[in-house]
T-cell receptor, first 115, second 114 residues
Framework: DAKTTQPTSMDCAEGRAANLPCNHSTISGNEYVYWYRQIHSQGPQYIIHGLKNNETNEMASLIITEDRKSSTLILPHATLRDTAVYYCIVRVEHAGGTSYGKLTFGQGTILTVHP | DTGVSQDPRHKITKRGQNVTFRCDPISEHNRLYWYRQTLGQGPEFLTYFQNEAQLEKSRLLSDRFSAERPKGSFSTLEIQRTEQGDSAMYLC????????????FGEGSRLTVL
């Protein structure tokens, strides 16, 4: 799986959008971008994933550049409960749509949301 | 609660003792994973099961570690002759067979080896 690079930490004001960048310049054509977060003392939580199109769900939006070498996770209206470590992960999907599920976590970005 | 549950949540043991952790995945999930997380690091993959078959083990999983999923439901992770370096959070996750890589994690079992 391709390696990712994320900033070590970021701050965001409550109610503002949090934009978390991720570089994955060695990504291959069959590799998806996944985002997970881990709130203190809890297990990681899936947020969103995408291949090349932008994606949105109830938690966040994922913007992937056209060359797929970087992406941005957007939390549109950050709250104090969004304070967590955010992991950007690139993983390959196997042919036929089945997935292995093994994730390679880096150190992630510590997002701190301030009042 | 229908999420992934792990037991115990915390375990303190002396070096050389054996410990066992249990994971109960989401009931319809075929796949079950064990990860380990040390302070300040992201989780690291240890092993995974598809139903009762253990299909991959990381080289992090030394001979002192053994995992089972006897009936394709709950799983146990046993560490024999614990060492201080085994101190970590042990995370269990489960997913559907044909899931899109969305893993559901439990809250983990924290091991402290004195």
């Amino acid at each position: 799986d391709a390696k990712t690079t994320q900033p070590t930490s970021m701050d965001c004001a409550e109610g503002r959008a949090a934009n978390l960048p991720c570089n994955h310049s060695t990504i291959s054509g069959n590799e998806y971008v996944y985002w997970y977060r881990q709130i203190h003392s809890q297990g990681p939580q899936y947020i969103i994933h995408g291949l090349k199109n932008n994606e949105t769900n109830e938690m966040a939006s994922l913007i992937i550049t056209e060359d797929r070498k970087s992406s941005t996770l957007i939390l549109p209206h950050a709250t104090l409960r969004d304070t967590a470590v955010y992991y950007c992960i690139v993983r390959v999907e196997h042919a036929g749509g089945t997935s292995y599920g093994k994730l390679t976590f880096g150190q992630g970005t510590i997002l701190t949301v301030h009042p | 609660d229908t999420g992934v549950s792990q037991d115990p949540r915390h375990k303190i043991t002396k070096r050389g003792q054996n410990v066992t952790f249990r994971c109960d995945p989401i009931s319809e999930h075929n796949r079950l994973y064990w990860y380990r997380q040390t302070l300040g690091q992201g989780p690291e993959f240890l092993t995974y099961f598809q139903n009762e078959a253990q299909l991959e083990k990381s080289r992090l999983l030394s001979d002192r570690f053994s995992a089972e999923r006897p009936k394709g439901s709950f799983s146990t992770l046993e560490i024999q002759r614990t060492e201080q370096g085994d101190s970590a959070m042990y995370l269990c996750a489960s997913s559907l067979l044909a899931g899109a890589g969305e893993l559901f994690f439990g809250e983990g079992s924290r091991l402290t080896v004195l």
